[in-house]
């Protein structure tokens, strides 16, 4: 309770006191949004093009297949599956890639990969 | 008898060979989409093909019925009883009902979908996960894989904005329910420490979650995600507006199939982990059935367009298999069965005649567009008016029958107050039924050619033709299908001790 009262507290006053004793003098090139040195052009909010959103899914897709590779791989040694031991989790992991490898097919051959 | 030992690559093979075969047969039907996407008669095909994978699925599973399949100790992944076998091949016939009624349509609708098939039968495997899962996960995998399926097919006609709409609505609901259910089964692992049901059920009483701050956070949170999956009032809004923006056969499949895979899910969890803390959830079911009956039925009253009535009719009988579910009892789970298959067939039913009435997603077929229909094509009113007096619940069709054992259920396990409201909402559903069918049979067609443009194809017309004798002949002779649906309940008896269980008086009793 002291804990989580003396957390709470100092992180009020943390953002209290910053507020009360700052000053701030913006001017026109200091409230530009930051684009690493660049003055922006024009709006953030603008259309993107549907592809953007393609290419950002599949790599989703892709991307989630090594986060799940990598706590398989670092357990591998200790996984017992199917029993079978560790080649019921080579098992797993090859049905698991190949119903992915299925999807790449079905997205190359459909022409999701194609830009135009 | 044949024992399975789950933790074994073999004998988990064999407990899940409905769901692998039908995987397998799903990811060749993707990719004969992406090889034959081009031409119109793969789609057609792709139809055949999928009708075969559902076959084999529904061989399978009875397969492992006729071999009455047990699990070597506690099952702790896929559950190997009756009730998941029964609700297995409900949504299998429902998935290959879509699939009949759909064939035509999409020739007609111009609708050039190569996925149509592998997604239908993806998120039939989903369906099938959720009937059998015995791991809150494997529940809540069988759930994304039929939902985020689902979501694609409401969007199915790309150039209709009303089908976007259906599923981007659809899909962030959706979401948002499925963030609900998992943190409630977070709060749940953490309150247990399992997430496998049966071990669910044998932790609560040692030790002593009854009144558990986590463990009522969990649950409440579980309910409130799968209310979302079975349109319970009130997290039902999504339904009307997704339910009509979505192409009609599709419709049904998300009226029948997707509400009957999360009715399952929902009644396993509940009589399998939670049976002993029915105090906790029984009122909330009861709530949950009376407002869903009430509100369901009285907006239905007011819609005009045919399609929003079957939505908000579809949010009523929601209600009904609630009150089954509410009664906790093998009784209760039979009843949830019989009702379950021919609202299944009711329901697709009337969206598949919708689908033939209509054109362009029929979201604009009003009850008086129906008017002199029963002139103009006598079978296909007959057919209709047959689904809609079967939904009422008419005395001589299936859906009396189906809602005399929910009532019966309810009342032997002493919720007469929630039979009552059952009773009064199903009379106030007659005045929205009966006007379609008043419109078909006693009003004039609005010109000589107001039906002109609608053909019965042969497919579609075989497969009604089919689906209305089974409501008709059912409704007179239930028995076999109740004695189908009592053994699917056995799979609740030894751990719904505390229920009040309550034989069914002798078939064909009214």
Known sequence: MLLIGFVALSAVLMVALSHLFSSTRPTA???????????????????YDVKFYLVAVLFIVFDIEVVFMMPWAVAFRSLDLLGLGTL????????????????????????????? | MLLLDLDRGWGLLRAMAPETLLTLWALALLLDAAWHH??????????????????????????????????????????????????DLIVLVAAALAVLLSVEYLDREQLRIPEYHALLLLATVGMMLLAGGEDLFVLFLGLELMSVSVYVLAGLDRRSPASAEAALKYFLL???????????????????????????????????????????????LLLIGFGFKIAAVPFHMWTPDVYDGAPTPVTGFMATAVKAAAFAALIRVLLEAFSDVHALWG????????????????????????????AYSSIAHAGYLLTALVADSMAGAAAFLFYLLFYTLMTMGAFAILALKGRGGERDVMVDDLAGLGEAHPWLALAMAVCMLSLLGFPGTAGFIGKWYVLVAA???????????????SVISAGYYLP???????????????????LVPRIA???LAVMVAALLVFGVWPNRVLDAARAGSHAFIPRAMTAAVTPLPPAGAP
């Open chain 1, 29 to 47: 090139a200091k409230s530009l949004p930051y684009e690493s040195g660049m003055t922006p052009l024009g709006t953030a909010r603008e259309r």
């Open chain 1, 88 to 116: 019921g989790a080579l098992i797993e992991m090859a049905v698991f890639v190949l119903i992915l490898v299925v999807g790449y097919v079905y997205v190359w051959k459909r022409g999701a990969l194609e830009w135009n």
């Open chain 2, 38 to 87: 081009r031409d119109s008669g793969a789609q057609r095909r792709a139809g055949w093909l999928a009708l075969a994978g559902l076959a084999l699925s529904a061989a399978a599973t009875v397969w492992l019925w006729a071999s009455g399949a047990a699990p070597a100790g506690l099952s702790t992944t896929i559950a190997l009883d009756r009730f998941r076998y029964a609700v």
């Open chain 2, 174 to 220: 959706g979401a948002f329910a499925s963030a609900f259910l998992l943190y409630g089964i977070a709060l749940l692992y953490g309150a247990t420490g399992s997430t496998k049901l049966q071990i669910i059920a044998r932790q609560i009483g040692p030790l002593g979650l009854l009144t558990h701050p986590m463990l009522l956070a969990g649950l409440a």
């Open chain 2, 283 to 310: 009122p909330v079911i009861w709530w949950l059935a009376a407002v869903t009956m009430v509100v369901g039925n009285l907006v239905a009253l007011a819609q005009r367009s045919v399609k929003r009535m079957l």
């Open chain 2, 411 to 425: 009342t032997g396990a002493g919720y007469p107050g929630l039979a009552a409201i059952l009773v009064v909402t």
């Open chain 2, 436 to 454: 379609v069918v008043m419109a078909m049979y006693m009003k004039p067609q609005a010109h000589e050619r107001a039906h002109a443009g609608v």
């Open chain 2, 461 to 463: 017309g075989a497969t």
